[in-house]
């Protein structure tokens, strides 16, 4: 497959900040892949809390602010359209204060996501969320992963690994190890970031779309046929899902159900 890797894309691989940019043009001249991702954006919009600020983590490359024109958009990288840059595991911001930290295809970059989710603890106000969009490692996807996909995929690592480049180093396995396998771990040290919904989605379509890194297979039009095709699956979406999104409420004594 490496022959079909995006040309711009293999030209830039190693630099992280032109990797976004190219990101950008790609997602803005994709359309079938910028549907795939909006249908991401929308199901995250529709979990928001109201009444507080939205921050959105690893912005750069992304349309969120078309969804939710007042998140505050953020990333370590200082790319066009940023509102503030900073690192996940150090945020900005005072105790309490955020209502809302979202984002999509980020947490897998993150080299300690105990130390940022105790972030999002923080910052965040009682009843606020920390909504997330993450690739999940089903027994279909784990090939396309291993086999198809670019980026490092190892479900039996540690959830935390050596800090590198933030866009480079990665595991794509993180939000399976972290929400599947050391789940009660992860109640454990974070007792009041309760889980509040799940959802496992995305069967063919990403790989249809050829995501950022190869061509499409299919045209635009073809995309609601194939959704329509996915949700008729379903049942199997523990066998096939490739991505999984996931909601966390932060609760005030630790208590309430999972």
């Not at 921050?55 to 024109?69: A, D, R, V, Y």
């Not at 007792?191 to 989605?201: A, C, E, M, S």
Request: a neutral charge; glycine letters at 8%.
């Amino acid at each position: 497959m490496k022959f079909l890797f995006n040309k711009k894309l293999k030209k830039v691989w190693g630099d992280d900040r032109e990797v976004t940019l190219v990101n950008q043009e790609i997602l803005n001249n994709k359309p079938v892949f910028r549907k795939l991702i909006a249908e991401y954006y929308r199901e995250m919009a529709a979990a928001l809390q109201e009444g507080g600020p939205t921050l959105e983590i690893g912005s750069g490359g992304g349309f969120f602010h078309e969804h939710h024109p007042h998140a505050i958009s953020s990333d370590m990288l200082q790319v066009p359209g940023i509102d503030v840059i900073c690192d996940a595991t150090q945020l900005p911001f005072r105790e309490s204060s955020l209502k809302n930290i979202v984002m999509r295809g980020v947490l897998h970059h993150i080299y300690d996501p105990i130390l940022f989710f105790e972030e999002c603890e923080r910052a965040l106000a009682e009843g606020g969320r920390v909504i997330i969009n993450d690739p999940y490692i089903s027994p279909f996807s784990h090939f396309i992963y291993k086999y198809i996909h670019f980026e490092f995929c190892d479900p039996g690592a540690d959830w935390k690994f050596d800090r590198g480049q933030p866009l480079m180093d990665c595991n794509l396995a993180l939000a399976t190890i972290i929400f599947k396998k050391r789940l009660a771990d992860f109640k454990q040290r974070l007792p009041r970031l309760k889980i509040v919904h799940t959802n496992y989605h995305t069967f063919f379509i990403y790989l249809l779309t050829g995501g950022y890194s190869y061509p499409a297979l299919i045209p635009s039009w073809m995309f609601e046929p194939v959704m329509a095709v996915e949700r008729l699956l379903k049942p199997l979406r523990m066998l096939l899902s490739s991505t999984l999104f996931i909601v966390l409420e932060k609760r005030g004594d630790g208590g309430g159900k999972d």
